[in-house]
């Protein structure tokens, strides 16, 4: 299956009824067991001073976000492993 990259007008699309206090997370794939995910909290939107742009951040055609693992976000949205 061949995935397209999610655009910022398909996230706000998806987020519509959401509360303002839910927690975002990242899916991220385990290669080695392609049945398992790892579930990271999203920490970051947009650019900031931890991440270079490599350009003008106005001018750019990505946004990004940052997830981070469990050891470094206190604890919110802790790493999880499950089937998909």
Do not use: I
């Not at 910022?8 to 080695?32: F, Y």
């Not at 392609?34 to 106005?58: H, I, K, R």
């Not at 990004?64 to 949205?77: E, K, Q």
């Amino acid at each position: 299956m061949t995935h397209r990259p999610l655009t910022v007008g398909d996230l706000r699309a998806e987020l519509v009824g959401w509360p303002d206090d839910a927690v975002l997370t990242v899916a991220v794939p385990d290669r080695s067991a392609p049945t398992m995910v790892a579930m990271l909290p999203v920490v970051a939107a947009g650019y900031g001073p931890d991440l270079e742009t490599g350009s003008d951040p106005v001018l750019t055609e990505r946004f990004p976000l940052t997830a981070a693992w469990h050891d470094s976000c206190d604890g919110v949205g802790a790493e999880t492993r499950r089937d998909r």
